[in-house]
């Protein structure tokens, strides 16, 4: 399985772009990688997710490298309703159902 | 769409006391999910099921039951409750997965479960 590395935590100033950096050197080359966030003890919520090319959707941009070993979710106006738990996951599948491996993700603090 | 509902939001039990943590998904999912998270901590899954009639053990199944009767419900049970059963419990769903295996959870609120 896959494991990710993230940084513990981060800051960003409101207005200005959160680039949340994700190492995941073990991927295998069917695996995605999964972005959800965690906002003060709610359900995680889905964010982007990808598998090689660069994805954009309206909450964010994922950036893969081109060796998969590392990615980078990217808020480009990061606002204070950002401040959340964000989690890397690269998928696993348990069965024929997919395992969400949660680690301790980056938690991210947007300030004024 | 509800999406996720779950119920109770917060509940107080007793040390060997049983309970049912309810979970119900309006959106047709096949798959549905049962996490624990600890204080700072990630999710773990505890068990999941890929249809009606069908589960199986997560990483962390010990002291827990399921069943799943209909695509729209996925209780979980706690037979004997325990305080290392303190956590707060998640229940997610999905559906079928794409093809070249996407995916996305769709998760509830929530669970407060406390054990004394």
């Known amino acids: 399985d896959a494991k990710t590395t993230q940084p513990p935590s981060m800051d960003c100033a409101e207005g200005r772009a959160a680039n949340l950096p994700c190492n995941h050197s073990t991927i295998s080359g069917n695996e995605y990688v999964y972005w959800y966030r965690q906002i003060h003890s709610q359900g995680p919520q889905y964010i982007i997710h990808?598998?090689?090319n660069n994805e954009t959707n309206e909450m964010a941009s994922l950036i893969i490298t081109e060796d998969r070993k590392s990615s980078t979710l990217i808020l480009p106006h990061a606002t204070l309703r950002d401040t959340a738990v964000y989690y890397c996951i690269v998928r696993v599948r348990a069965g024929t159902a997919s395992k969400l491996t949660f680690g301790t993700g980056t938690r991210l603090q947007v300030t004024l | 769409n509800a999406g996720v509902t779950q119920t109770p939001k917060f509940r107080i039990l007793k040390i060997g006391q049983s309970m049912t943590l309810q979970c119900t998904q309006d959106?047709?999912?096949?798959?549905m999910y049962w996490y624990r998270q600890d204080p700072g901590m990630g999710l773990k899954l505890i068990y999941y099921s890929v249809g009606a009639g069908i589960t199986d053990k997560g990483e962390v199944p010990n002291g827990y039951n399921v069943s799943r009767s209909t695509t729209e419900d996925f209780p979980l049970r706690l037979e004997l409750a325990a305080p290392s059963q303190t956590s707060v419990y998640f229940c997610?769903?999905?559906?079928?997965?794409?093809?070249?295996?996407?995916?996305?959870?769709?998760f509830g609120p929530g669970t407060r479960l406390l054990v004394l």
């Open positions: 959106m047709n999912h096949n798959y």
């Open positions: 997610a769903s999905s559906s079928q997965m794409g093809q070249g295996g996407q995916e996305t959870q769709y």
């Open positions: 990808g598998l090689k």
